[in-house]
Structures are given as structure tokens and as C-alpha cells.
């Protein structure tokens, strides 16, 4: 089976750091996926990992430990517009689909 | 412009009808995928189709059915055996399966009266 957990809300403050994590539990890994999903609308690439260590894009970071069964995505410097869901989803091998997590809301408050 | 476009985007049937939900994408990608989400329930896979004239059932593929036809189009079926289908619809495509990130349409809003 397959176990993706991610903490439901979150609130962080305009202009700071915030971190949200996700472990995995799944029957085989290839790859983690982070996406940004606005209310109402459709899910956006953010990241991706395979290999452990940080990935870093502008603002937003990913951090991957596979042993641990662990990533987690980091938001710097904070703006209201990133006030969205970001969910987590694993592929477990090859070309299988992505199975997602439930999502984390993150509200930014000024 | 290239993508994958989704429609209805709100969509109202009664109880008993089936209705078709239209997916179509001109990126020219193998994989195209049917998603469910529903409030603090995440995305939950229906079906997936890697290549034309084949496709595979997900987690939650009862009362839904696909086609796959054409590499351009995947369209999803909600039944009238579907329980409970109010919900967000979201159909997604990736270059060659497994390859990387998906690309997703804006989605079909289903309400059942």
C-alpha cells in the first residue's frame, strides 16, 4: 500500500520562511513531487526530487531523504500570493502514476 | 498555444444520467490521466492511459468509465453506478509515462441534483 502525510493548514507571516513536510510510505520510490494548487484551481509544478539532498528554484526549495521517507518543500520571503494547497505525490517506479497526499493549506496573513 | 483543455468547467446532472467529460490536449503526450478531488480527500487517480487504445483503472475507477481513441483525447464517463459523484474533476497529461511532471487541465466542476 501506499501512505502519504502531510499536515492539513498551516499559517505563516508575510515575508518569512515557512517549511511544509511530507513523509511517504509506499511500495517502491522513483521520484517526489511537489505542486501548488490556487482554490478552485488547477495543480502547478514545483519541484521534483529523486536523489536526496535540496533542490532549489528561486524562492522555493525541496528537500528529499529517502531513507528517512521524508521531503520537505520551503517557502522563503513569503508573499500573499503564495497562500495556496501544496501537495505532496510520490511515483513509486517506473512509469506508474503519481499517488498524491491530501494537501496542505498555507495561509499567508500580513 | 500549447496545453490540455477541460470542459465542461461546471457541469449540473440529476441523479441516474450519465454524463461526458471532455479532455482533450495538444502537447503531443503519451500518458494522460482522470483525477478526483474532493474537499481534504487530495487527488485520487480514476484512470490512466499511457497509449492510444489502452488504458488502466486507478483507485477509485467504479461508476467511471474512459476511452482512448485518439493521442489528443481522453475523455471520462461519470455513470449513473457512480454513488457519489459531486466533485472536482481533473484530467492531467505527461510527456511519456513516468517521465517527469504533469500538466494539468483547469477541471470540471460536477454537481449531482
Known amino acids: 500500500g501506499q501512505n502519504i502525510d502531510q499536515p492539513t493548514e498551516m499559517t505563516a507571516t508575510e515575508g518569512a520562511i515557512v517549511q511544509i513536510n511530507c513523509t511517504y510510505q509506499?511500495?517502491?520510490?522513483?521520484?517526489l513531487f511537489w505542486y501548488q494548487q490556487h482554490a478552485g484551481e488547477a495543480p502547478t509544478f514545483l519541484s521534483y526530487?529523486?536523489?536526496?539532498g535540496l533542490e532549489e528554484k528561486g524562492r522555493f526549495s525541496s528537500f528529499l531523504s529517502r531513507s528517512k521517507g521524508y521531503s520537505y518543500l520551503l517557502l522563503k520571503e513569503l508573499q500573499m500570493k503564495d497562500s495556496a494547497s501544496y501537495l505532496c505525490?510520490?511515483?513509486?517506479?517506473?512509469?506508474?502514476?503519481?499517488?498524491f497526499g491530501k494537501g496542505t493549506r498555507l495561509s499567508v496573513i500580513a | 498555444d500549447g496545453g490540455i483543455t477541460q470542459s465542461p468547467k461546471y457541469l449540473f446532472r440529476k441523479e441516474g444520467q450519465n454524463v461526458t467529460l471532455s479532455c482533450e490536449q495538444n502537447?503531443?503526450?503519451?500518458?494522460m490521466y482522470w483525477y478526483r478531488q474532493d474537499p481534504g480527500q487530495g487527488l485520487r487517480l480514476i484512470y490512466y492511459?499511457?497509449?492510444?487504445?489502452?488504458?488502466q483503472k486507478g483507485d477509485i475507477a467504479e461508476g467511471y468509465s474512459v476511452s482512448r481513441e485518439k493521442k489528443e483525447s481522453f475523455p471520462l464517463t461519470v455513470t449513473s453506478a457512480q454513488k457519489n459523484p459531486t466533485a472536482f474533476y481533473l484530467c492531467?497529461?505527461?510527456?511519456?509515462?513516468?517521465?517527469?511532471?504533469?500538466?494539468f487541465g483547469e477541471g470540471s466542476r460536477l454537481t449531482v441534483l
Open positions: 505525490a510520490v511515483r513509486r517506479s517506473g512509469n506508474t502514476p503519481l499517488v
Open positions: 509506499t511500495s517502491g520510490f522513483n521520484g
Open positions: 526530487n529523486v536523489l536526496d
Open positions: 502537447l503531443n503526450h503519451d500518458a
Open positions: 492511459s499511457q497509449i492510444v487504445n489502452d488504458f
Open positions: 492531467a497529461s505527461e510527456g511519456l509515462a513516468g517521465a517527469g511532471e504533469l500538466f
